[in-house]
């Protein structure tokens, strides 16, 4: 069997949309984080593989899960998750599901409809926050608000990739009936261009995302660790303005992500209406101020 270093895509935790355990993160907690990160990246890139054959990626996730549980010892990485997860006393339950979302990525490669891929999501996504929540010691009250942002993170990457998961991977997360009932099928995202039906379509869901946002806007203030709601707040900023981007562009043909200093001056905002909101001068507003130019 290929080994699974052998594999890696060669991104890190520094090329994501989203801030992974920045420095906002108490460094007590940075290194679990980073380590779950690496498991996740792995078997990321497993599943994402061109040329590797299915079986083989399942294979080679089955082994991940081995390494996890303490049954082999042949990825680092999971070895390095086992014995960090030990260290707290947390369990490996939140890797586990996501290893079932790859194993779908592998073996399930189009979504009904919007409720579809939202239980895809709950695989895929929501483990992410709920784990980062765990190492924090927060309360599972706030899950309901971690899932639907962490839903609408993986939405966005969809949305922003989902002509390069056609192509690459004959992959589709845009949902079926949404594509039939723009008359398009799922040939459309494979073009240079999206059309005007295909445009709307994309558009539409780039608003279904907004309004999975809005249920997590209060999320950052829910959070009793203030370091962690700051991450929280400029995760929430930076998807509600990669939403705006992706309601006004194609991602087919144009740039659906942010520039180094839209992201800076993001940030910066949602460090501070969080700050003023965490002082009680204000409310931090999530939305705020939209800038156009990326």
């Keep these: 069997m290929t080994s699974a270093g052998s594999l890696r895509s060669g991104k890190s935790h520094r090329d994501e949309n989203f801030p992974v355990a920045s420095w906002l993160i108490h460094p007590r907690h940075r290194g679990l984080i980073l380590a779950f990160y690496q498991f996740v990246r792995i078997a990321d890139d497993i599943a994402d593989h061109a040329t590797l054959a299915a079986g083989e990626k399942l294979a080679q996730l089955d082994q991940l899960e081995a390494d996890l549980d303490g049954r082999g010892s042949q990825n680092p990485e999971g070895v390095a998750l086992r014995l960090a997860l030990a260290a707290r006393g947390m369990s490996a339950r939140h890797a586990k599901d996501l290893l079932t979302a790859f194993r779908l990525d592998v073996t399930k490669l189009r979504y009904r409809d919007w409720d579809d891929l939202i239980s895809y999501c709950a695989y895929s996504a929501m483990p992410v926050g709920r784990f980062v929540l765990d ?91 203030r370091r962690l709601g700051l991450e929280i707040a400029v995760i929430g900023r930076l998807a509600h303005r990669l939403t705006d981007v992706l309601k006004r562009r194609d991602p087919l043909s144009e740039r659906v992500h942010l520039g180094k200093l839209a992201v800076a001056s993001t940030s910066a905002a949602a460090i501070v209406d969080y700050g003023a909101a965490a002082l009680g001068l204000r409310r931090a507003p999530v939305r705020a101020r939209m800038v156009r130019d990326l």
Excluded at 196 to 218: F, I, N, V
């Design 135 to 225: 190492v924090h010691g927060e309360s599972e009250a706030v899950w309901p608000a971690s899932d639907a942002l962490c839903a609408a993170l993986q939405i966005i990457n969809h949305l922003q990739d989902c002509r390069a998961d056609y192509r690459n991977l004959d992959r589709v997360y845009v949902p079926l009936d949404a594509l039939a009932a723009a008359g398009l099928g799922v040939a459309a995202l494979g073009e240079t261009h999206a059309s005007p039906a295909l445009l709307a379509c994309l558009h539409k869901l780039a608003d279904r995302t907004e309004q999975l946002l809005a249920q997590s806007d209060d999320f950052a203030c829910l959070v009793a660790d």
